[in-house]
């Protein structure tokens, strides 16, 4: 498959209250399709989130709204636009980044998070000078990553969050 100019699809997802910001890279083909973040039927984001706040797992675009607005999260990616293949991270050539200062701007940010290692790379590469702050580093809830992360792990790691809310 060959690499294509990928562009974010959708806004991000934040309000005055929101506390943290969790950041990805891009969303994947199918989230893109979808029109919401981390929509792959076997990405575990939602159900790590869920597992987090010991709550059901929200289902719908508008539930998944609510349930991260409810917790004070932002939600958006680093990357505005990049040539990719796929839904493969590790294939991102030319990344421009997303203008992050449009959420910081307009919320109390207490901490920074980013779902996998390259989410992280490309934040502190292209993002961390301008926003002014360091990111936490979590593990991806791709399918990818399912045999490196169980689940108990993967709610484990993102339950620091809960500290900066």
């Keep these: 498959m060959p690499l294509e100019l990928t562009v974010h699809a959708f806004e991000p997802v934040y309000d005055k209250n929101s506390r943290i910001l969790i950041l990805g890279t891009m969303p994947s083909p ?14 575990r984001f939602w159900k790590v989130l869920a597992a987090v706040f010991n709550e059901d797992e929200p289902l719908s675009v508008a539930d998944k709204k609510s349930f991260v607005l409810r917790h004070r999260i932002a939600l958006w990616d680093v990357l505005e636009s990049c040539m990719m293949e796929g839904a493969g991270d590790s294939t991102i050539r030319e990344p421009k980044a997303n203008n992050l200062n449009l959420i910081f701007s307009k ?46 792990n993967l709610v484990e790691a993102y339950s620091v969050i809960k500290n900066f809310l």
């Excluded at 199918?30 to 990405?43: A, C």
């Excluded at 790379?121 to 992360?149: E, F, I, Q």
């Design 30 to 43: 199918v989230s893109r399709k979808n029109g919401f973040y981390y929509t792959h039927p076997q990405n």
């Design 107 to 152: 919320c109390r940010i207490a901490g920074v998070f980013t779902t996998g290692s390259q989410a992280y790379r490309l934040y502190m590469k292209l993002c961390s000078t301008d926003t002014g702050r360091d990111a936490v580093s979590l593990p991806s809830t791709s399918p990818a990553n399912r045999w490196h992360w169980p689940f108990k």
